[in-house]
């Protein structure tokens, strides 16, 4: 039996519980039950609530800080409304000096950690026929399972089905990447290399671009989560991978414009909502 998936509080879990306390509080002010003024004063608890998830959920320090900074914005925000602490927004500009620091030395390391990512094929291994992904390189705690052959004849890993083994075949017995990327008045940009499991992207008056040419699925279809609301969200796959739209536009357009391969290595499921805003995938 297969124990019950814990929830999670992910960016568009807080979006969608925010659209819809907004639309109970409306409700309510129009019926005279409550004032609308007095209950938007705790608006900053929705801030906290997603960086409070980012923190605990988190997999990296990249997360960590997102969770942190939007801690820290709703906290500040919400002592400001309630008449404890006063600031203008023109005192926290001298932090942009800090978040560019921090960008610069966080690129840095990531270069440096580039050579050993686990998504890299394994030198040290013969290079595979035509038509069969190479092995990759065991790094930390991750390795990935030998799921096709070599030398060709040899027997396949535990667990894979005879037949499997070959292009566009998920990496079973790997965990893959959660990658969560939201952007508010503000762009971001992602590029995953390795083992990636589920894809979530927000844009709110802003952009994001998601670029999944490097990543290797681990679920077969893999699903792709998306909201656009008054933004735009651009996607990239490998040539190989099919589309399978599932999301919603709403007052905005979910354009796919990826070519059809004749036979795909993977699926991918896109799923979510574009109000008055954009999202495209393309190869």
């Not at 001298?94 to 686990?118: D, E, S, T």
């Amino acid at each position: 039996m297969t124990p019950p998936r814990p929830v999670e509080i992910t960016p568009h879990m807080a979006i969608g519980v925010a659209l819809a306390l907004l639309g109970v509080v409306l409700t309510l002010d129009n019926l005279g039950f409550v004032e609308f003024g007095e209950v938007m004063r705790f608006w900053p608890l929705i801030p906290m609530l997603a960086g409070t998830a980012y923190i605990v959920q988190g997999r990296e320090i990249r997360e960590w800080g997102i969770g942190l900074a939007w801690l820290l914005v709703g906290t500040a925000f919400l002592l400001r409304n309630l008449d404890i602490f006063h600031f203008d927004l023109t005192d926290f500009l001298p932090l942009i000096l800090v978040a560019v620091g921090l960008k610069v030395i966080f690129a840095r390391h990531r270069r440096h950690q580039a050579a050993r990512w686990p998504g890299m094929p394994d030198p040290t291994q013969p290079p595979p026929p035509p038509g069969v992904p190479p092995a990759f390189a065991p790094t930390g705690e991750e390795a990935f399972a030998t799921r096709f052959p070599w030398p060709p004849g040899a027997p396949a890993a535990p667990g894979t089905a005879p037949g499997t083994a070959g292009a566009g075949a998920p990496t079973a017995g790997v965990r893959g990447q959660i990658i969560r990327v939201f952007a508010i008045l503000w762009g971001a940009d992602r590029r995953p290399r390795g083992p990636v499991a589920h894809v979530e992207v927000s844009a709110i008056m802003g952009g994001c671009d998601v670029d999944l040419r490097d990543a290797v699925p681990t679920t077969d279809p893999i699903a792709i989560q998306v909201f656009a609301m008054w933004g735009g969200i651009d996607i990239r796959i490998p040539p190989g991978w099919s589309v399978e739209i599932e999301a919603w536009p709403i007052l905005g357009g979910v354009v796919d414009n990826t070519q059809a391969p004749a036979l795909p290595s993977h699926r991918v499921i896109l799923r979510g909502m574009a109000f008055m805003g954009g999202v495209e995938i393309k190869n």
